[in-house]
């Protein structure tokens, strides 16, 4: 990242904090070659990265009015949220007090009415359980050392569907290795009626859990992708030749 010029670092209990720029982009990283979020500061709303552009393949399927939002980062995921629908009441989650202080001050966090920004270990705001039933829950539980355990344990998922209402999905971004992770899936398969995934391009692989059943038509499916794709303003179609029902 050597053309990137350091425009803040620190460090907090968990670690490093660093924020980078170019003409172009931002990026947070929580380490060394790390990519944490990365914003293009002329368009927030146009996700960087692959696994961001997938996880928004859950619009196919719902049209929400409440997420919940586990892992804020530089909030690409709210940006993009945001801009599909500014109605949306969204409730971001962050560990890091630092983060959340950095997504306001570099990575031009869309605050509104609409966005809560909560300070807390998602696994702790789950286990609490106190907020309403959502449409969409999203998970992006990440350090520099990967993926949050957590994320993809029992509890987790028991948790996350009792918070998302009858017809809603929980949306987990976890690596590649996961695809092969029968546990996951039979955890999936015990709180939801269908479970769907993506491999990005960037060797992540990308879960949508429902509570109902949705049969849409391959070529329906591509209908819909390409209004979506001008609704979120980028191009859903390499993530969608890659997304399928896991079994």
Known sequence: MSEYQVLHQTQDEYGPLIVLEDKEARILAFGENDEQSKLLKAAPHIPQHTYVQAMLLVL????????IVLGLGGGGLIHALRHFDAGIK?????????VIELAKRYFQLPLSKKLKVINQDAKQFLELGDHKRVDVIFTDIYS?????AAQVSESFIAQCGALI?????LVLNCWKEHSHNRELLAY??????????????????????????????????????QALSQQLDFQLGRSLTRFDVWE
Do not use: H, M
Request: one cysteine or more; aromatic letters at 10%; hydrophobic letters at 40%.
């Open 144 to 148: 520099a050392d990967g993926v949050d």
């Open 60 to 67: 196919l399927y719902s049209q929400p009015k409440s997420a």
């Open 165 to 169: 209402k009858a017809d809603g999905y």
């Open 188 to 225: 999936l398969n015990n709180y939801f009626v269908e479970v769907r995934a993506c491999l990005t391009g960037s060797g992540n692989w990308v879960v949508f859990a429902g509570k109902a059943k949705r049969e849409i038509s391959a070529s329906g499916l591509k209908t819909k992708a």
């Open 90 to 98: 969204l409730t971001a989650v962050e560990l890091r007090s630092d």
